[in-house]
């Protein structure tokens, strides 16, 4: 029990790979893939880890709460938001605040807890924010609004895509930091030269995440027919473990494409 780490690993062929094809200039896709591969041990047991199964289940649970007449009712019946929420913050904030309860009565924290944490928040602010339009003073009913739409199989997986590449990026800069650090002075000359990197990085894992789109709009909409209007957390979980497959998938063929 306690807080786990990943992304401490001995120097291995795997990561001499990903340090050589740094330095030898190989693209986003190709250092990308290289990290995966490096990093498979870790992610190996990432299907287990309770902070990503909690944050799939929370996102899930949107989705549900969206079918409903009163989605915040819905979703302070299980203390996950509270019904008085009427802003962005407010629903993120209450999400996290949910998620902090969940891990501490699991005791099984771990840094990519912390990173499906962070992804599924920067998910539902990306959507909400969008949604309110920038509103200064969102009412209640405005909030509501915008998480029934959520409830839509299509807005759904915008949402779900949107965690997917927001995970899949933030992980690999929890494995690469030290990595591209170690690069600095070298194949990076500046630091606004490695932000450009990870900047590419970043778009190549918001495009790669374009392969879970059709998958969670399909999903969603058999699941909620399925299971009479709920989704549980075994479902929640097996569902986020196959977008990760799938989204591992296209970062290896964009890396074997752009290989040749």
């Known amino acids: 029990m306690g807080h ?23 693209d986003a896709a190709q250092v990308a893939d290289a990290t995966l591969k490096a990093a498979e041990l870790a992610m190996a047991w990432v299907q287990n880890d309770a ?13 549900v709460s969206a079918t409903k007449t009163h989605p915040l009712e819905h979703l302070a019946q299980y203390w996950l938001v509270r019904q008085e929420a009427n802003s962005v913050v407010d629903v993120v904030s209450d999400l996290c605040n ?38 200064f003073e969102p009412s209640k009913q405005d909030v509501e609004s915008a998480l029934k739409d959520i409830g839509k199989p299509k807005v759904f997986a915008q949402v779900y895509q949107s965690y997917v590449g927001g995970l899949t990026n ?25 932000r450009q990197f990870e900047g590419a990085l ?7 995440s374009e392969v879970v789109k059709k998958y969670g709009t399909q999903w969603f909409a058999k699941h909620l027919k399925e299971d009479g209007g709920d989704i549980s957390r075994e479902t929640a979980e097996g569902f986020g473990w196959y977008g990760m497959q799938k989204m591992r998938a296209e970062l290896r063929t964009r890396a074997t494409t752009n290989g040749n």
């Open 4 to 26: 786990s780490l990943i992304g401490k690993f001995p120097r291995t062929k795997e990561w001499d790979e990903v340090s050589r094809i740094i330095s030898d200039g190989a």
């Open 98 to 135: 949910s998620f902090e309860s969940a891990m501490e009565a699991t005791r099984e924290r771990s840094d990519f807890g912390e990173v499906s944490r962070r992804a599924l928040a920067g998910a539902v602010t990306g959507y909400l924010g969008e949604r309110l339009g920038g509103m």
């Open 51 to 63: 902070g990503f199964r909690e944050a799939i289940w929370l996102l899930t649970q949107l989705g």
């Open 202 to 208: 970043r778009t190549l894992c918001a495009e790669s």
């Open 170 to 194: 933030k992980s690999l800069g929890y494995f690469l930091s030290r990595e591209l650090a170690r690069h600095l002075g070298h194949k990076f000359q500046t630091t606004n030269q490695k």
